[in-house]
């Protein structure tokens, strides 16, 4: 049983130390729009946290139930991502059943995050390091939240960088380096924080 203090380092982990967007770089293979709209990245990282949820539950079932019992724990990442996907197609599909409304704003959302890194990433971490189920749903919900926060300071910030004058050599691509270099940096004094 996971004590509290253990399910606050994880959490701390996920959203600090350990970001899967800017320390990891797990979560940067969203649609472009995400890092230039706040409210895309907003919807684009709720998305990513909904996957990296149930992403993190069926892969530690998965691997609790059938590859660590039947000794296949070398078929992990090809079982994680075959999973990954397989989620992404039926949370698309419930969504135009059930919710079309919903379905219509986040199907490219969705269908990005298919290819998403972080949500693979995530269910391997999970299963590396023996997380028992309650740690690894912390883990992964605090580990999309971080991703979101990310995204969306990113955005917004893309716009506040926008309108200053930089130097030309330093226009597009690579003044959005130096800005997620600097956001990453600023993770770096959480680096080994662990409550435990």
Same mark, same amino acid.
């Given at each position: 049983?996971? !004590?509290?203090?253990?399910?606050?380092?994880?959490?701390?982990?996920?959203?600090?130390?350990?970001?899967?967007?800017?320390?990891? @770089?797990?979560? #940067? &293979?969203?649609?472009?729009? /995400?890092? !230039?709209?706040?409210?895309?990245?907003? $919807?684009?990282?709720?998305?990513?946290?909904?996957?990296?949820?149930?992403?993190?539950?069926? &892969?530690?079932?998965?691997?609790?139930?059938?590859?660590? %019992?039947?000794?296949?724990?070398?078929?992990?990442?090809?079982?994680?991502?075959?999973?990954?996907?397989? #989620?992404?197609?039926?949370? %698309? $599909?419930?969504? $135009?059943?059930?919710?079309?409304?919903?379905? %219509?704003?986040?199907?490219?959302?969705?269908?990005?995050?298919?290819?998403?890194?972080? /949500?693979?990433?995530?269910?391997?971490?999970?299963?590396? %390091?023996?997380?028992?189920? &309650?740690?690894? +749903?912390?883990?992964?919900?605090?580990?999309?939240?971080?991703? !979101?926060? /990310?995204? /969306?300071?990113?955005?917004? +910030?893309?716009?506040?960088?926008?309108?200053?004058? @930089?130097?030309?050599?330093?226009?597009?691509?690579?003044?959005?380096?130096?800005?997620? &270099?600097?956001?990453?940096?600023?993770?770096?004094?959480?680096?080994? +924080?662990?409550?435990?």
């Amino acid at each position: 049983m996971n !004590t509290a203090l253990e399910l606050a380092g994880v959490a701390l982990a996920a959203l600090l130390s350990e970001n899967l967007v800017l320390v990891s @770089c797990m979560g #940067i &293979g969203t649609h472009r729009e /995400a890092f !230039t709209d706040s409210r895309e990245a907003i $919807r684009t990282g709720l998305c990513l946290t909904l996957v990296m949820v149930l992403g993190a539950l069926a &892969g530690w079932l998965l691997n609790f139930l059938v590859l660590s %019992r039947f000794g296949l724990g070398y078929f992990q990442v090809l079982a994680f991502a075959l999973l990954i996907p397989s #989620i992404v197609a039926g949370l %698309r $599909r419930f969504f $135009r059943a059930c919710v079309p409304e919903l379905s %219509r704003r986040v199907d490219g959302n969705l269908a990005s995050i298919s290819t998403n890194c972080a /949500a693979l990433g995530s269910a391997l971490l999970v299963t590396q %390091r023996s997380y028992g189920l &309650g740690s690894a +749903l912390i883990f992964a919900l605090c580990g999309g939240v971080g991703a !979101t926060l /990310a995204l /969306a300071s990113f955005a917004s +910030l893309q716009g506040e960088v926008d309108l200053n004058r @930089c130097p030309k050599a330093f226009r597009g691509v690579p003044i959005q380096l130096i800005t997620a &270099g600097l956001m990453a940096m600023a993770l770096v004094g959480y680096y080994g +924080l662990y409550l435990g």
